[in-house]
């Protein structure tokens, strides 16, 4: 068992890592998301877009591309989420759109707070648990370190000598 124990080190130290870099990628997400809608919020531009293509996705879920034009310059994205904003959509409706009138590629779907109202609820849970996941990781490590340091002997000093 003892054996057991010494080898399996590595594993809280691969989950810390992993536990990091979820953490580091669904923070990142968050900022985007935030950045995104107070660009918009600073100065909203009011515009018509289309949606021009549908695309299926696993599970019964439905892409939508959608296309929007502000001044001389085309726009399209498909990271919206506009249910219950939009009756019927499908290729031809339209979607009012709020963008961001210096930065026209942050857009979002007029009467929501972010170009996606999912994703922050979505990320804010996958940061929550992991950070649960890297303080139990680290938890192991510093358990792991301590008992390995209780048990072996201090440098310098003789091993026990038994009669």
């Known amino acids: 068992m003892r ?12 989950g810390a890592v992993l536990a990091l870099l979820v953490l580091g990628l669904s923070l990142s997400g968050l900022l985007a998301q935030h950045r ?3 660009r918009i919020d ?11 293509a549908e695309r299926q996705r696993g599970k019964g879920g439905v892409e939508y591309t959608v296309t929007y ?6 726009y399209s994205t498909t990271s919206l989420n506009f249910k219950h904003r939009v009756k019927n959509p499908g290729p031809g409706a339209a979607v009012p759109l709020e963008v961001a009138a210096d930065h026209p590629a942050s857009a979002r ?7 996606d109202d999912d994703m922050p609820d979505t990320q804010l849970l996958i ?14 490590l510093v358990t792991r370190v301590r ?9 310098g000093s003789a091993a026990p000598v038994r009669s």
Do not use: N, Q
Not at 109 to 115: E, I, L, S
């Open 147 to 155: 008992r390995s340091r209780a048990t072996s002997p201090a440098p």
């Open 42 to 52: 600073a100065k909203p531009l009011r515009v018509d877009a289309t949606i021009s």
């Open 69 to 74: 034009r502000v001044g001389e310059r085309e």
């Open 3 to 14: 054996k057991i124990v010494r080898l399996a080190w590595p594993l809280p130290l691969a």
């Open 109 to 115: 779907v007029v009467g929501t707070h972010y170009p």
């Open 36 to 38: 995104a809608a107070d």
């Open 127 to 140: 940061t929550v648990f992991s950070t649960m996941a890297l303080l139990t990781c680290l938890w192991f």
